[in-house]
């Protein structure tokens, strides 16, 4: 209120020091004006940004303990698959979502820079030459005119419009920064993603053709139970029936790997054939990663979260922008001066004429409508919901992490199982074989306690891939050891305190 003040005298001493045109005034007037552009230097309409404050977390889900304490930021690194690395530094070269995301901030950071250019006077240099013909009568008269003008015009920013709005657009660049990192987070999770699938699906097409084998033996065996008369057609049509079958499953799993490598070449931009090649050493093989102990992070994860960082540049640009609606609210104040040399030729006569202006121009806004108000509850509504959509994100950004820590507990449970009923089935194939499997219900039998093995092998598959889909869940619900203290430095100017 007080500010409103001292504001209000100072306009009142602008309008007395502009009434008349007494020599003496002017003088008192040019000093006058700087001392109101000093003195009101430090004013800026509307509300200090501060920075919502995120409570610590505490979790619910049981963390994962006993493993290697590591940085996010080489998560990749944890599992041990150096063509998995080459592929996501590929895709970062390569992928359109991170050129798209980084010419946003591109973007943003010109605009910023174009807000942030308010703040100074513009200077204009204009040269030009113009030569014309006009003839009465009998008379002809050619004329030729040379100008050279200096201009310059600044708008004093007594109550902080400028400097609002380049801190919106600072705060809109830091935006479109935690939005490059969040999508080049969100492309390596995807890159791990499909590669780790492809690789339990090669190891799942290596057991379907397996199953496939035996399905066939099985149907042979039938056939000539059948001829034997040991087997009826029943027996028969089932047996054809279930190799079938197994032949289905293996064309999918065909297809289904085939799809992988196409969404791969599609991610990294690396040609399929290429990568066809690169993917020879290591198939069927699923990579596992270190355990790491996050329970050293869980209270400031929040803000290594690039999207929780991203609301937050918003919500600070939407509350710099309370402040440039409010100043529109006062007047404002233009300084604007030319300084011209012009040269007039006429009729072999020359002259020159230099010119110069110099004056400033304040605007008061007397009668808007409620234009002026009906702004800034429009930016107040704004920034209501950008702190809303903030809390939001902070709120998903928790349940993301514990989604993702019940998916790696449940997941390292179901493993564990997968890997004892793997371990039986193994056990009761040996004891089948070892029995005599010349005749043809005992190596009916055999097929029947491999193709279980088989099946719970290919169970185990899945959980290992589940275990990796996890982690990637929770490198992703983590931030993805982005640095929110290191991509200030290519934000800064904004209005974080």
């Known amino acids: 209120m007080m500010q409103m003040f ?26 006058s004006l700087g001392m109101v552009t000093v003195l009101l230097a430090g004013c800026a309409a509307g509300p200090e940004f501060r920075r919502p404050e995120v409570k610590p977390v505490q979790w619910h889900s049981p963390l994962p303990h006993g493993g290697k304490l590591a940085g996010l930021a080489h998560w990749w690194e944890q599992l041990n698959d150096p063509l998995l690395n080459q592929l996501i530094l590929e895709a970062e070269k390569n992928n359109p979502s991170i050129d798209m ?36 009568g009998t008379q002809i008269f050619e004329q030729t005119a040379h100008k050279l003008s200096f201009d ?20 809109r660049f830091g935006a479109e920064v935690a939005g490059w990192h969040e999508a080049r987070i969100s492309l390596a999770a995807e890159v791990a993603r499909v590669y780790t699938g492809m690789r339990q699906c090669e190891a799942a097409l290596s057991i379907a053709q397996q199953l496939q084998q035996s399905h066939a033996v099985v149907l042979a065996l039938t056939l000539q139970k059948q001829s034997a008369g040991l087997a ?3 027996d028969r049509l089932r047996a054809e029936a279930a190799s079938a079958d197994a032949d289905s499953a ?3 799993r065909q297809g289904e790997c085939a799809r992988g490598y196409n969404q791969l070449a599609m991610l990294t931009g690396i040609e399929q054939s290429v990568l066809q090649v690169s993917l020879i050493k290591g198939v069927a093989v699923i990579p596992v990663p270190y355990s790491v102990d ?19 540049w918003r919500l600070a640009a939407a509350s710099a922008e309370i402040g440039v609606a409010t100043a529109a609210l006062y007047p404002s104040l233009i300084l604007s001066g030319s300084v011209a040399l012009n040269r007039v030729t006429m009729s072999g006569q020359s002259a020159q004429v ?49 989604d993702a820590l019940v998916r790696l507990n449940m997941a390292s449970l179901r493993v564990q ?43 185990a598959s899945q959980q290992d891939q589940e275990i990796v889909l996890a982690w990637i869940a929770l490198y992703k619900a983590l931030g993805g050891g982005w640095d929110e203290q290191a991509s200030q430095g290519l934000a800064s100017g904004g209005q974080h305190e």
């Not at 001292?6 to 000093?31: A, D, Q």
């Open 6 to 31: 001292h504001n209000r005298w100072l306009l009142k001493l602008i309008i007395g020091l502009y009434s008349g045109c007494h020599f003496w005034r002017t003088v008192i007037r040019l000093i």
């Open 101 to 136: 995301a980084l010419a946003r901030m591109h973007e943003a950071r010109a605009n910023a820079n174009l807000s942030g250019a308010g703040l100074y006077p513009v200077l204009m240099l204009e040269a030009g030459s113009n030569r014309s013909r006009n003839v009465f």
């Open 152 to 171: 310059a015009s600044w708008e004093l920013d007594l109550f902080g419009s400028n400097r609002r709005s380049a801190q919106a657009a600072e705060a």
């Open 232 to 234: 009826s057609s029943m």
């Open 250 to 252: 293996y064309l999918a």
């Open 294 to 312: 996050i329970s050293s992070i869980a209270a400031q994860f929040v803000r290594q979260r690039p999207d929780v960082a991203g609301a937050e």
């Open 354 to 402: 230099p010119t110069w202006s110099f004056g400033p121009a304040l605007s008061f806004p007397l009668f808007t409508a409620g234009r002026g108000q009906a702004g800034v509850a429009a930016a107040q509504a704004r920034y209501d919901y950008a702190l809303a959509n903030y809390q939001k994100s902070v709120r998903e950004a928790i349940q993301e992490v514990e």
């Open 417 to 459: 199982k997968a890997r004892q009923s793997q371990g039986h089935n193994q056990q009761l194939l040996t004891v089948t074989q070892a029995r005599n499997t010349t005749d043809l219900a005992n190596q009916l039998v055999v097929e029947d306690a491999r193709r279980n093995f088989l099946q719970s092998q290919d169970l």
